[in-house]
């Protein structure tokens, strides 16, 4: 059974900086594409980041570019997100992501984790 564990979500002040990590389990990790999506209040669900499953490509939503860095360790089955420069606008639960396609971007992507929130105040 996949599952998908994120953690390092909370409150920041605006031009502050988080950490998501999103822990693996129940899938050989290394085979995946891994990467983040986001939900803000009223809004669809929006792609951020996705790493290869080699960590050699990374790509970005135009918003977060320049302010957020995926990476991952396949050793420890993790995925991290670095959030930096952060803006209210960023306001939202943060989505883990799993899939073995191999594509990039990925828009539907196999599996999800629970989510975390994350809260920029201004």
């Known amino acids: 059974q996949v599952r998908l564990v994120e953690s390092g979500g909370g409150l920041v002040q605006a031009g502050g900086s988080l950490r998501l990590s999103c822990a693996a389990s129940?899938?050989?990790?290394?085979?995946?594409?891994t990467g983040w999506f986001r939900q803000a209040p009223g809004k669809e669900r929006e792609f951020v980041a996705q790493i290869s499953w080699n960590g050699e490509t990374t790509d970005y939503a135009d918003s977060v570019k320049g302010r957020f860095t995926v990476s991952r360790d396949n050793a420890k089955n993790t995925v991290y997100l670095q959030m930096n420069s952060l803006k209210p606008e960023d306001t939202a639960v943060y989505y883990c992501t799993a899939d073995p396609s191999g594509i990039p971007r990925v828009l539907k992507p196999k599996f999800w984790g629970q989510g975390t929130q994350v809260t920029v105040s201004s």
């Open positions: 129940g899938m050989t990790f290394r085979l995946y594409e």
